[in-house]
């Protein structure tokens, strides 16, 4: 399930591209917070601490205590600005959470056991439709990612959404019943099978 960091932010009264830049210069990300129909706050975050976080897995799926700003704040990520060449965080959307938040969260997709898929064995392919999942769920239930075990799966496999066991009282977001992958067997198999 979703982790829960700590990280510090300080309040900003001046918005706009020259006190952002200002801030860069000072080693802090200027970000945002808002939701939950309470007022937008703008406040700046240490450049250190969000990099690192943004390298270690579920950045996006992570629910951040922030604190320093008055009352802690929950929150997760909603948005991320990078810059085009450098990759470095210009600005950071976080948007506030409690227990009756629901929320929308791409959630990455691994697959496991592919040395144990008979189909896999014999030539076939994994052919990956989505890398992502998309939930919409409560913020103490979103997991890290979702794990599709291929043991056992033959050549013409599809893995199907409905396969998946999801988080408690978590849905779909789009089709219910969207193809994950499928094991496809090789290109010119069909051919060799015949001349078999």
Known sequence: MTTNTKLKIESRENAGTGPARALRRENKVPAIVYGTGKENQ???????????????AGFFTKI???????EPIRAIVKALQL?????????VDFLRVNKDSRIDVAIPVHFINQEK??????????NIVSHVLHLICS???????????????????SIH????????????????????????????????????
């Open 161 to 196: 959404i409905q396969d998946i066991p999801l988080p408690e009282g978590a849905k779909i977001r789009g089709h219910q019943d969207m193809t994950l992958a499928t094991i496809v067997a090789p290109s010119g198999g069909e051919k060799e099978s015949k001349e078999a």
């Open 64 to 70: 951040f205590t922030l604190e320093g700003s008055g």
């Open 139 to 157: 913020p103490d239930h979103i997991p890290e990612s979702i794990t599709i075990d291929l043991a056992g799966l033959e050549i013409n496999h």
């Open 42 to 56: 703008t406040v700046a975050c240490s450049h250190k601490e969000l990099f690192k976080e943004m390298h270690l």
């Open 117 to 126: 898929s008979p189909g896999i064995k014999k030539g076939g392919i994994l």
């Open 83 to 91: 810059h085009p060449v450098t990759d470095q965080p210009l600005h």
